[in-house]
């Protein structure tokens, strides 16, 4: 069974970090492109970080300087560290892994790339 579970998410104040960590099973993870998404109350599901299999990594320009996506695939984890959080980055985070591979980069920030999800975490930031 594939699943893909999130972890680390909570409250944090303003100018705060969290580091949220996806635990990956039941696929090859190594042969997987990862991103994170997230979706703030009334918004859409938006693209925050992605790293293919080769290392290569796409970061929403918004985000640059804040957030840094990573992985282990000797532990099955990807994390994305978040520092100098802001109140409007208050949303659920997910995680996603897809196997098919893209030469557009930017097709790996759209929601239909992706096989599995996970069921999120909530990252709360207060003022």
């Known amino acids: 069974e594939v699943r893909l579970v999130e972890s680390g998410g909570g409250l944090v104040q303003a100018g705060g970090s969290l580091r949220l960590s996806c635990a990956a099973s039941?696929?090859?993870?190594?042969?997987?492109?990862i991103g994170w998404f997230r979706q703030a109350p009334g918004k859409e599901r938006e693209p925050v970080a992605v790293?293919?299999?080769?290392?290569?990594?796409w970061r929403a320009g918004s985000l640059e300087g804040r957030f840094t996506i990573s992985r282990d695939n000797d532990k099955n984890l990807v994390y994305l560290q978040m520092n100098s959080l802001k109140p409007e980055d208050t949303a659920v985070y997910y995680c996603?892994?897809?196997?098919?591979?893209?030469?557009?980069?930017?097709?790996?920030?759209?929601?239909?790339?992706?096989?599995?999800w996970g069921q999120g975490t909530q990252v709360t930031v207060s003022s």
């Open positions: 996603a892994a897809t196997l098919r591979y893209y030469s557009d980069m930017s097709d790996y920030t759209r929601m239909w790339a992706y096989d599995y």
């Open positions: 039941g696929f090859t993870f190594e042969d997987y492109a």
């Open positions: 790293m293919t299999t080769g290392g290569t990594t």
